[in-house]
């Protein structure tokens, strides 16, 4: 079963306009942590926001915004005033620790944002 | 200074080869992986160590195999290389057994198989 779900294959908001990434996870442990990275297209992974599963706000890095809903087990980011360097594929990531298992960091199959002039 | 370097950035290599790529990071961390990202951008965890012990082996075929000479290198090597084999190998390091600390990347490494 998927660990992580990003739903959206591709998303396209207009410059200056605010655009959420859809992401929803898959754990049965309490401690957990939720990431996001960029991948614009030279290939660099880019680390953009964490969200621990014990966090009470949600995390907030300048223009970037983490809806953490824990009933629903979703971890949206969200990108205000959109950048043209906003273009890029967006992976959304979990890091838990299975009991009687060892830590692991994964990764949703990522959305690809394109922000239109 | 680079946190984490992976060398090298491209390797075009002919099928049946074996080939090496090395992950180096100056972050005193105790925990490295290495992912394989796919032509369709899918990011898979292969390997993960902690200390120079192997504590993540995904269902990766055997002619992968990581070396830890220390707990700085994260080497991958891999043999009788296929064309299936072609991908961006990302190495990636952190603190080990805590949550809430995010995982630093290499710059990745494109390997083509030809």
């Known amino acids: 079963a998927q660990k992580i779900t990003q739903t959206q294959p591709g998303m396209f908001v207009q410059e200056k306009e605010a655009v959420t990434l859809d992401c929803t996870y898959d754990?049965?442990?309490?401690?957990?942590?939720l990431f996001w990275y960029k991948q614009p297209s030279s290939g660099e992974m880019i680390f953009l926001i964490y969200?621990?599963?014990?966090?009470?706000q949600n995390a907030t890095e300048g223009r970037y915004s983490l809806n953490f809903q824990k009933a629903r087990k979703s971890a949206n980011l969200v990108i205000s005033a959109s950048q043209l360097g906003d273009s890029a594929m967006y992976f959304c990531a979990m890091r838990e620790f299975p009991q009687g298992g060892s830590e692991k960091l994964v990764f949703g199959k990522g959305t690809k944002l394109t922000v239109n002039p | 200074d680079t946190a984490v370097s992976q060398t090298p950035k491209y390797l075009v290599t002919q099928m049946g080869n074996d080939k090496s790529i090395k992950c180096e990071q100056n972050l005193g961390h105790d925990t490295m992986y290495w992912y394989k990202q796919d032509s369709k951008k899918f990011l898979k965890i292969m390997f993960s160590?902690?200390?120079?012990?192997?504590?993540i082996n995904e269902t990766v075929p055997n002619r992968f195999s990581p070396k830890s000479p220390d707990k700085a290198h994260l080497n991958l090597h891999i043999n009788s290389l296929e064309l299936g084999d072609s991908a961006v190998y990302f190495c990636?390091?952190?603190?080990?057994?805590?949550?809430?600390?995010?995982?630093?990347f290499g710059q990745g490494t494109r390997l083509t198989v030809v």
């Open positions: 160590y902690n200390n120079k012990e192997l504590i």
């Open positions: 990636a390091s952190s603190p080990s057994r805590l949550v809430n600390t995010e995982a630093f």
């Open positions: 754990t049965s442990d309490p401690s957990y942590g």
């Open positions: 969200q621990g599963s014990y966090d009470q």
